[in-house]
């Protein structure tokens, strides 16, 4: 699976859009990316994912880049529920029988203030 | 959607005292299962998966074990807890077939040893 590069940290005044970005300049073609995050104290929580169209659901957007090699996370009006640690993941599809194993990697911090 | 029931919450135990976990899931067949472990500011560190009753697969060695008698119940052991052992647990459910990789996580169980 492809590794992903984030920010260490990043901040956002309430009420604006929050935008994570993350590289991953190794991807492959049948490799998607994933979104989940963590807020304190509490089990990650899946976000959204894409292969390489733009997504959207009710919690964010995903853009991927035409070259598929990075891609940002949207949270267009971010409230201080959305401070957490988000982490991108780029995971390939996996055989029936076996089961898929997601590398969490440090993620990006990020703080929504008022 | 999935519910993940993880209990329970928070646990206190010496160390060589003995450690029962459970996870149970609703609304999904046939999951593959995973615990994970988090130590205190590190990330997720993947312990054990499953694919279906009675199959687990470790993928780091230590003195935990899991196992999982019926198709949504998962269980996290161990004969006598380590100092090491403290951190936070999770559970999470995933879908059998390979394809897009959609993990739900459960609330945690915080585990110090003392």
């Known amino acids: 699976d492809a590794k992903t590069t984030q920010p260490t940290s990043m901040d956002c005044a309430e009420g604006r859009a929050a935008n994570l970005p993350c590289n991953h300049s190794?991807?492959?073609?049948?490799?998607?990316v994933y979104w989940y995050r963590q807020i304190h104290s509490q089990g990650p929580q899946y976000i959204i994912h894409?292969?390489?169209n733009n997504e959207t659901n009710e919690m964010a957007s995903l853009i991927i880049t035409e070259d598929r090699k990075s891609s940002t996370l949207i949270l267009p009006h971010a409230t201080l529920r959305d401070t957490a640690v988000y982490y991108c993941?780029?995971?390939?599809?996996?055989?029936?029988?076996?089961?898929?194993?997601?590398?969490f990697g440090t993620g990006t911090r990020l703080q929504v203030t008022l | 959607s999935q519910t993940i029931h993880q209990w329970p919450a928070t646990l206190v135990q010496p160390v060589g005292s003995p450690l029962s976990l459970e996870c149970t899931v609703e609304?999904?067949?046939?999951?593959?299962l995973y615990w994970y472990r988090q130590a205190a500011g590190r990330g997720l560190q993947l312990l054990f998966y499953s694919v279906g009753i009675g199959q687990i697969s470790s993928e780091v060695p230590q003195n935990l074990s899991a196992s999982r008698p019926q198709d949504r119940q998962f269980i996290l052991s161990s004969k006598k807890l380590l100092l090491s052992d403290s951190g936070f647990y999770l559970c999470?459910?995933?879908?059998?077939?390979?394809?897009?990789?959609?993990?739900?996580f459960g609330p945690g169980t915080r585990l110090t040893v003392l």
């Open positions: 999470a459910s995933g879908p059998p077939r390979g394809g897009t990789d959609t993990q739900y």
């Open positions: 609304g999904t067949s046939n999951p593959n």
């Open positions: 894409g292969l390489k």
């Open positions: 993941i780029v995971k390939g599809p996996w055989d029936t029988g076996t089961a898929s194993k997601l590398t």
């Open positions: 190794t991807i492959s073609g049948n490799e998607y």
